[in-house]
């Protein structure tokens, strides 16, 4: 082979590594995924963020806990009694995620994949008397657990791995291109592949937004749940109330101020008639 040959080949092969190190750098910048959790004041409240091509696309912050019952042997060895395992999700934990138009998803493992939690969220449209509107929302949530992992759970009668998942779930509901916010504690239940088994997932300090997202690491306007604006109104209230109060009062006093002061100024007819030659 003459020397233009080999170099056309070696040509060739730079523009294929060339091509291959470009698509990988595409997949690992669309796969980017950051556990941001140690920024958080509140040690319980972990933060997620999933950034495809360069750009941030879902941001999550929560504090999950799980209430999942299991079976012990009784004392007697013969009956079976239910206790209860609490598995609070820990920072430091593994995460993957992917943004779409329409769907989003989160996955998070801890305790060397002994758990993993799973948050699907879809945006929808929906036609309204005031025109087509869209919202996103939480629409399933999938909870995988080892009870033969001996943190949380203590000698179980059939350690296993179960899952347990919502059914017919629409929760979080947000109008689209807002962050759903809500401090306030959220339940949701789940069916265990473990029979007549309910998960309990305790939800709270959440802050989510998996769709629309504008700049980089920063939530849009907030959609505040149901359960923070009465609390909100609750604590507002009294000090509404209390202005209120007070520019009464105040009105009240100006007014009693000016009157008096009318009054005071105001010429005083004698009603003694033999007064009258004073007068002038």
Request: net charge negative; hydrophobic share 40%.
């Amino acid at each position: 082979m003459d020397l233009r040959g080999r170099t056309l080949l070696g040509g060739d092969r730079l523009r294929i590594l060339l091509m291959f190190f470009h698509v990988m750098a595409q997949t690992v910048a669309e796969q980017e995924v950051e556990n941001l959790s140690g920024l958080s004041t509140n040690p319980e409240k972990d933060i997620f963020v999933v950034r495809e091509n360069g750009t941030t696309c879902l941001m999550a912050e929560f504090a999950a806990k799980f209430i999942v019952p299991y079976d012990v042997w009784a004392s007697n060895y013969v009956d079976l009694i239910t206790e209860q395992a609490e598995i609070s999700l820990t920072r430091g934990a593994e995460v993957k995620g992917h943004c779409g138009h329409n769907e989003s998803e989160l996955e998070v493992f801890w305790v060397d994949h002994a758990y993993t939690l799973r948050m699907l969220f879809v945006k929808e449209s929906h036609n309204t008397s005031k025109g087509p509107e869209a919202t996103w929302n939480l629409n399933k949530v999938h909870f995988v657990y080892d009870s033969s992992e001996k943190t949380h759970f203590k000698a179980p009668v059939k350690a296993n791995k179960y899952t347990a998942s919502s059914h017919h779930l629409s929760a979080l509901v947000t109008p689209a291109g807002m962050s759903y916010e809500c401090q306030a504690q959220q339940t949701i239940s789940l069916a265990s592949s473990d029979p007549q088994k309910t998960v309990t997932m305790i939800l709270s300090a959440v802050h989510i937004q998996p769709f629309d997202i504008i700049s980089d690491f920063v939530f849009s306007e907030e959609h505040k749940c149901p359960v923070d604006e009465r609390e909100q109104l609750e604590e507002t209230l009294p000090l509404i109330l209390g202005l209120i109060l007070g520019l009464v009062i105040v009105i009240t006093l100006v007014i009693y101020h000016i009157h008096h002061k009318m009054t005071a100024n105001q010429v005083q007819i004698p009603r003694d008639r033999s007064q009258y030659k004073h007068m002038g």
